[in-house]
């Protein structure tokens, strides 16, 4: 898994790649946005952003807090929302606000209202389909009008680095930002980690050599990106550059230790299945064997049972404000 991942386990969360989803390519999902179907995907992105569930609660509420209580919050746009949970999360930390999930995969967001319907929360929660960068600016890829409209809250997860340009897409969503609004973007991160250097299996130091193949593939990713624009990933400077103020940011760790539940050992056998099929060039045979015995359902020493697995990720979220009308005026 590696810095870049959504499945972070999303945040999706992911969790982007160009047609507005935020979500994962964690260990193994690969970085090309054209060869996956994001339907099918859907549970697994799920279960990934139900994972985090306590960081996004704990970063919802971060983002109350920066905002401030005098900052009356009408509306939120979650964009590249995947399947919805931060979209809920958002809902329910801003009881007040209608919140709009925007994602370009229909399926996806029709999971994200059966999970609004779920939680009760039906009632503020609306999606929008746009394709992604084209409806940042008014269109979703098909020229027509994407109709997002303004905001008090933006949030993103790991889709701006799916878009080419990312500059842009920082500049386009700072631009639907009502004055005083708030950007907040997950980008960055630490490479997850879920095993010891020493498995018992193979030579020591498996995740790192993983995460260096995630690198490879995530520069391959960007590169063929329709108008790909290299940038320094500066965040906090690109943020400033998208016109914003007030720009921070901050870390929160998910930490599940030793031995992990259920769910948390089907979400990393899905990913390393992912992983195992999209890496096979680019491990020696001694990894890939090493995966095979880690993804091996009946093995004591695979991911499904081995004791020693364990999930700990850092999530980044990169935030600007965009200047109230008086304060614009008198610069």
């Not at 973007?185 to 980690?193: H, K």
Request: with cysteine; proline share 6%; hydrophobic share 40%.
């Amino acid at each position: 898994m590696n810095p870049h991942s959504d499945s972070r386990p999303g945040h999706g969360h992911g969790h982007g790649h160009g047609h507005g989803h935020g979500h994962g390519h964690g260990p193994g999902q690969g970085h090309g946005h054209a060869d996956i179907d994001w339907d099918v995907m859907a549970a697994q992105l799920e279960r990934s952003g139900e994972l985090q569930l306590p960081v996004l609660h704990r970063t919802a509420a971060r983002l109350n807090e920066l905002l401030g209580p005098s900052t009356d919050v009408r509306r939120i746009l979650d964009v590249g929302s995947g399947p919805g949970v931060m979209t809920c999360v958002l809902a329910e930390a801003f009881a007040g606000a209608e919140t709009v999930a925007v994602d370009g995969t229909p399926g996806l967001l029709d999971r994200t209202l059966a999970r609004a319907e779920r939680l009760g929360l039906g009632g503020r929660v609306t999606v929008r389909h746009a394709e992604l960068p084209g409806g940042l600016h008014g269109a979703d890829g098909q020229g027509t009008d994407g109709g997002l409209g303004t905001a008090d809250v933006i949030w993103s997860s790991k889709t701006v680095h799916h878009l080419g340009d990312q500059q842009d897409a920082l500049n386009a969503l700072a631009a639907l930002l009502r004055p005083g609004g708030l950007l907040a973007v997950a980008e960055g991160g630490l490479p997850v980690r879920f095993l010891p250097r020493d498995i018992g299996i193979g030579t020591p130091g498996l995740q790192a050599r993983l995460d260096a193949v995630q690198e490879r593939s995530f520069e391959t990713m960007r590169a063929e990106l329709p108008g790909s624009v290299p940038v320094v990933e500066d965040w906090p400077a690109m943020l400033r550059r998208a016109g914003l103020s007030g720009v921070g940011g901050f870390t929160y760790l998910l930490d599940l230790p030793a031995p992990l539940d259920g769910t948390a050992r089907s979400f990393l056998h899905t990913q390393l299945t992912r992983l195992r099929e999209n890496a096979s060039d680019l491990l020696n045979a001694e990894d890939l064997g090493t995966l095979d015995v880690l993804l091996d359902p009946e093995s004591q020493q695979g991911i499904l049972h081995r004791p020693d697995a364990f999930l700990l990720s850092a999530t980044t979220v990169f935030t600007g404000v965009r200047a109230a009308e008086g304060e614009r005026s008198a610069r």
